[in-house]
């Protein structure tokens, strides 16, 4: 009985060696790197016929929403987010929400028509920095409470001036609990504040902007 070749079990009739014409060479499969030799001869019958030298890309799967041969934002070919950029994520949702609130607090002595502007202002003034005193509780260090406690009985002593006062003092303190939540921020003096001092920031800040313009513009605040 003759002996057959492997190469000739998986060839068809018409490819045999003996089959092609004169000149003609038979298409050898082109080897794979880590792959022994005997695996070569029980792959299918489509990789046999490839010519010489073309070997099947290895599938890489594409991350959803990503472009083959792009990069997602943010992670600078690590396949990882930069913490920077899941900074600047985080840090969004607070800042909107923020402008918002702060659109309500310049429009809300509408809400007290029975009022003065001036109150209304000044009575959120030390509301907004009264907060820090239940986040240093919560923080439990006796420092950090007298520190943020002296801080909001500050604000409490702008905003009573500012009711007999120039309506520039509750600007000044506005913007200047701001520069406070920005401090706190990036200090983390109080612990676990997590959104709230990016929030409140963008809430003194528009609501200080909108304040001074309406003083430019001769807008009264004596009701």
């Not at 499969?29 to 070569?40: F, I, K, L, M, Y």
């Not at 600047?88 to 809400?111: C, E, T």
Request: charged share 15%; aromatic share 8%; hydrophobic share 50%.
């Amino acid at each position: 009985m003759l002996r057959t070749s492997r190469k000739a079990l998986i060839m068809p009739h018409h490819m045999h060696p003996g089959s092609l014409m004169p000149g003609e060479s038979f298409p050898t499969e082109a080897p794979v790197a880590g792959e022994p030799d005997g695996h070569r001869c029980g792959r299918a019958l489509g990789d046999a016929r490839r010519p010489e030298g073309v070997i099947r890309a290895k599938r890489t799967a594409v991350p959803m929403g990503q472009v083959p041969g792009r990069a997602i934002p943010g992670q600078a070919g690590t396949g990882r987010l930069d913490p920077r950029y899941r900074a600047r994520r985080a840090l969004s949702a607070p800042v909107i929400w923020g402008a918002i609130w702060g659109v309500i607090q310049a429009v809300s002595p509408l809400a007290f028509w029975w009022l003065e502007p001036k109150t209304v202002y000044a009575l959120g003034l030390p509301l907004i920095a009264a907060v820090y005193i239940g986040f240093s509780v919560a923080d439990g260090r006796w420092k950090v409470i007298a520190v943020e406690s002296s801080i909001v009985g500050l604000f409490v002593v702008v905003a009573a001036v500012s009711v007999s006062g120039s309506a520039w003092l509750l600007v000044l303190g506005l913007a200047g609990h701001g520069v406070k939540d920005l401090w706190q921020h990036r200090t983390q003096f109080v612990r676990n504040t997590r959104w709230w001092p990016p929030f409140c920031a963008t809430v003194d800040w528009v609501a200080a902007g909108i304040l001074a313009t309406a003083i430019l513009l001769g807008v009264p605040f004596h009701g």
